[in-house]
DNA sequence: GTATTTGGTTTATAATATAAACTAGTTTAT
DNA sequence: ATAAACTAGTTTATATTATAAACCAAATAC
């Protein structure tokens, strides 16, 4: 019989998994590309990505594209871990 | 480049999910039976049949097992075919 | 009989998600 | 040069969700 073992809170949200996914697959995307990709409001994203850089799922990077502020994102190592294992356990549940 | 199309909130959830991916390979189950396998607490899991039910997923049967009440619930058409829809979403996401 | 267990439900609280309001600065138009 | 509108976000407030604690009624065990 099926094993539902948890499931990371952190990533089971409909806006993070998406920052997640899009970052796996591109290595690094700013700010305003993922708010484009996921639909997402600039707030809900900003709180989102803070909440990902905490955990230390991702490597928030400030700096200036010319003179206006820009906000890259990087996957590291553990974000990639804990999308992995997230997808394994989440198998357990569809499949 | 990935959808991201929305994921159903209802059945977004860890628990429901369970509950979900139970009934739909078991057909229907006994509320005791569910609450072993998933783990939930009892209070937690009346709840989120509950809303199962109130979405039309799930159906709710109550009788009696000789003369202590007896929860049985059985997946829907509904349910079934919101499982699906949720999973080809949710492929876009962890493929 | 009374204490505990079974099979739940209801209600309260904690956590999360989302949106609205705000900041800081830039570009454009007058 | 200054006001209006736009870019790129952050902060804070509110709505929603998830979870747990408290409760209830009946049955069984002591």
């Known amino acids: 019989m099926k094993g539902f073992s948890p499931l990371d809170p952190l990533l089971h949200s409909q806006l993070r998994l998406a920052v997640m996914s899009l970052l796996i697959s591109l290595e690094s995307a700013e700010f305003t590309f993922i708010k484009e990709k996921t639909g997402a409001t600039a707030g ?20 200036f594209k010319g003179k206006k502020p820009l906000t890259t994102c990087k996957v590291t190592k553990a974000g990639i871990t804990a999308f992995e294992t997230y997808v394994q356990a989440l198998k357990n549940y569809i499949e």
Chains 1, 2 share one sequence.
């Open 44 to 63: 809900n994203l900003s709180v989102q990505i803070d909440k990902l850089s905490t955990a230390g799922y991702i490597e928030v990077i400030k700096s």
